[in-house]
């Protein structure tokens, strides 16, 4: 230990060394941020605006646009800056800290999904005691449970980092620092670590996922006994969005990380994990916006009237010109 160099920062190696490449990927990976914030901003901002979106599940949709663009924000921006630096590098503690992001809103995420399969839950299973049960101080408990839990999740998962040494390579075969990649670089025992990442995976990872499933097994089941084809088309489309955004997040997250846990990382596994670190987020306001009629209806209003505004003010433009 007396003879290695103590590593102070990584090397991310990124999606391709391909320079032409590199700037091509800038732009799409830009696009996709830029839709991702675009997205999930207007989904908050028309949540906010409008009273008759003031409900329970719209309130979790809200925070759950606000994590997407959080946790988007975790691998992205440091992602464009290497698309146009030569040195591709983060220090230590950039990792750590990306680390403990990336733990903190995914669990946030996990939790709130979790929620919002109770939420239906509850309006289909016992609608008539929905307003009692989900009231606004359920909710808000709801919420504040889940940020809770995605900060144990990360600190967990984080502090055991400062005590171990980085001394083999500072080449991370990844564009960003997911928690196994960077253990494979330490020179320290990390056994305590792995177990870790089993634990916290066992009970924030698969607890919420469970919940979200019995939800839906019970969702399904009253649903089905429901009668009048009409009414299943009805109570099903309530939940149809968050049950997609839900397969997407889980399926494509746990593919994602089980393949990100290998030692040897291929193309193929950084290109997959695209899928639920940056894509995912970017879906979820153009699932809910496509699959719920009345964000869709009130998103065409705001911005049939803003259009109406904008071409009312360039009429009185032209007037005041030729005046």
């Known amino acids: 230990m007396e003879n290695q160099t103590v590593i102070k920062e990584f090397i991310l190696l990124g999606l391709s060394s391909d320079p032409r490449l590199q700037m091509i990927l800038f732009f799409v990976f830009l696009i996709i941020y830029a839709a991702t914030l675009l997205g999930n901003s207007v989904i908050i901002l028309v949540i906010r605006a409008e009273p008759s979106l003031h409900t329970p ?29 030569q040195e591709k590098t983060i220090s230590l503690v950039g990792c750590i800290t990306q680390i403990f992001f990336f733990f903190q809103f995914g669990c946030v995420e996990s939790f709130l999904l979790s929620t919002m399969a109770y939420d239906r839950y509850v309006a289909i299973c016992d609608p008539l005691h929905y307003s009692t049960t989900i009231n606004k101080q359920k909710c808000r408990q709801l919420v504040v449970g889940s940020w809770v839990m995605g900060l144990l999740d ?127 987020p970017m879906l979820n306001p153009l699932i809910y916006s496509l699959k719920n009629r009345e964000i869709k209806t009130i998103i065409c209003k705001r911005f049939g009237e803003f259009r109406y505004s904008a071409q009312l003010l360039l009429c009185i433009e032209v007037k005041m010109q030729n005046i």
Do not use: W
């Open 57 to 85: 599940m719209f309130f979790f949709l809200s925070h759950l646009a606000f994590v997407d663009i959080c946790f988007s924000s975790v691998t992205v921006p440091k992602m464009l800056e290497n698309f146009l630096r």
């Open 154 to 280: 990360a600190l967990i998962n984080t502090l055991p980092l400062m005590d171990l040494t980085f001394c083999r390579h500072s080449a991370i075969n990844h564009y960003t620092c997911e928690l196994p990649s960077v253990l494979s670089l330490s020179c320290s025992e990390a056994l305590t670590n792995y177990m870790l990442i089993l634990a916290s995976s066992s009970i924030f990872g698969f607890t919420p996922m469970l919940l979200t499933l019995v939800s839906y097994s019970f969702i399904i089941s009253t649903v089905l006994k429901i009668r009048s084809a009409k009414g299943r088309s009805k109570a099903f489309s309530t939940c149809s969005s968050h049950l997609i955004v839900v397969c997407i997040f889980y399926i494509s997250g746990f593919f994602g990380y089980m393949k990100s846990s290998s030692k040897s990382l291929t193309g193929l596994d950084r290109i997959t994990s695209i899928q639920y670190l940056i894509l995912t």
